[in-house]
Structures are given as C-alpha cells and as structure tokens.
Nanobody, 126 residues
Framework: QVQLVESGGGLVQAGGSLRLSCAAS????????MGWFRQAPGKEREFVAA????????YYADSVKGRFTISRDNAKNTVYLQMNSLKPEDTAVYYC???????????????????WGQGTQVTVSS
C-alpha cells in the first residue's frame, strides 16, 4: 500500500508559478513510476506529466510542455510539479499517482496507476 499526499496548490494570477509536492509513504518509493493528472469541473481527468522510477525519463502533455517540470527526490519520497507561466485553463484539481514499474517506463493512462492522492486545487485567475 502507498499513501500519497499532495500539497502546494492555491490561487495564482495568470503568468505566475506554483510548485506542487506529493509525499509518498508505505512501500518502496523507487518501485513506482509517478504521474500528475488534473481534473477541471465537468471534465474528465487528464494526464499532465509522468516520471520514471529513477527520474531519468519524463513525459508531458502537449498543453503543459515547456511550462511544467516534473521531478522526484527518492531520498525524500517526494515528487514535484513545478508549474510556470500558468494560464486560466490550468485551473483544476491536481492529483499525483503511483504506478508499479520495474523499468524506466512512464505512463500516461490512468489505468497504469495503482494509488492516488486526494488532490490539491489550483486556481489561475485571469
């Protein structure tokens, strides 16, 4: 079992920045690829970014590429999402997720993720 707790959300003006954190506890953190997803009101949950267990491979949704950066600190059992140049359309609840991985894989499909956090709200005002 893995417990995930997100933090760092909030209200920011367009063009601003936020850094989300996701602290993991439970099973060995390095056994898991990690991902960030988001869900806006009335919309389906969508992929944002993913990182392999070692941090050596990352992947981003086109909508955030060049603005968001995913990283992880395995010594702290934490994954981060640095969000720059935020836009109103980035407003959503952001979730981190953990998916069992034995290689350098990254996953963009929610079905590959076994554990989810409770989410943190990000609101970008225009």
């Amino acid at each position: 079992q893995v417990q995930l707790v997100e933090s760092g959300g909030g209200l920011v003006q367009a063009g601003g920045s936020l850094r989300l954190s996701c602290a993991a506890s439970g099973r060995t953190f390095t056994s898991y690829a990690m991902g960030w997803f988001r869900q806006a009101p009335g919309k389906e949950r969508e992929f944002v970014a993913a990182i392999s267990w070692s941090g050596g491979t990352t992947y981003y949704a086109d909508s955030v590429k060049g603005r968001f950066t995913i990283s992880r600190d395995n010594a702290k059992n934490t994954v981060y999402l640095q969000m720059n140049s935020l836009k109103p359309e980035d407003t959503a609840v952001y979730y981190c997720a953990a998916g069992a991985a034995s290689s350098g894989s990254v996953y963009i499909d929610t079905r590959h993720y076994n554990y989810w956090g409770q989410g943190t709200q990000v609101t970008v005002s225009s």
